[in-house]
């Protein structure tokens, strides 16, 4: 039986992010153009008639229709971009129910949380917070082994606690790409593409990979270590040598 915790543990965190944008990300304003885009111009292309009579009927100049283009263009964008997040969300969701009913996601470490060297090293650099030594009666590396495996697990998220599991670009790229994904399945369907069996594969293709993505990162980050135990025990030893170097005086 696996426990809810545990599935809602796979379940990523989908989310908007509307921080500052710098000088090296001002391209991501411009993202909902391509899904955007596609649509907007396959129906545009499938359809010139209709453009054309909705064009005359609101008595659009030539730059009246570009602005209007371009909003309609960057709102289906949105619009794209917001439906692949909640599909993404509810994929995310049924495939923890799924999945981790028959594949728990337990890291199989306890060779590398026994290890003595390591042992030392942790204890060094978490001091009064050390499991205690097991009693007499208890094999030497058994009594306490179950508290040294969640500290394995945890130390590791701590020296790597400037890098995300997922990285926010990346998911953001991927997401646009599936909005792209569904862009094309509409034009597949509603325009003669429907006659060629590529556009199809490809917009389902990507629409699985943008939709699964945050999943298997994160089930990936769930069951596996992110290093191994050498890089790990040497990150350690970073860490103590670090936080025993002496703070320099400040100047006046």
Sequence with gaps: MVSYQLRM??????HL???????ERI??????????????????????????????TLGLGPYSRFALLACAVYIVGLVLYGFSVAVTAWFSILLSSLVGRWWPSIRK??????????????????????????????????????EWQDYYNVLQDYVLRGKAVIVNELLLLFTYLEAVGWALLYLYFRTPLRTH??????????????????????????KYDRLTP??????????????QQPTPPAHI
């Excluded at 543990?9 to 989908?14: E, G, N, Q, R």
């Excluded at 992010?17 to 000088?23: D, E, K, L, P, R």
């Excluded at 590529?198 to 769930?222: H, Q």
Aim: charged share 10%; hydrophobic share 45%; glycine share 8%.
């Design 197 to 222: 069996w590529s556009p199809l594969v490809v917009s389902v293709t990507v629409i699985l990979f943008g939709s699964t993505y945050p999943f298997v990162t994160n089930l990936y980050y769930f």
């Design 230 to 243: 050498w890089n790990f025990t040497a990150r350690l030893i970073n860490e103590i040598r670090t936080s």
């Design 9 to 14: 543990a796979l379940i990523p965190d989908v």
């Design 27 to 56: 391209y991501q304003i411009f993202l909902p153009l391509v899904p955007g885009g596609t649509l907007v111009g396959g129906l545009m292309l499938a359809n010139p008639g209709k453009a054309h009579t909705v064009a005359t």
């Design 17 to 23: 992010n509307f921080g500052q944008v710098t000088f």
């Design 109 to 146: 470490n306890e060779t590398s949380s026994r290890s003595t060297m390591w042992r030392r090293v942790a204890a060094q650099l978490l001091g009064t917070l050390t499991p205690p030594a097991p009693l007499p009666p208890a094999p030497a590396l058994s009594g306490n082994d179950v």
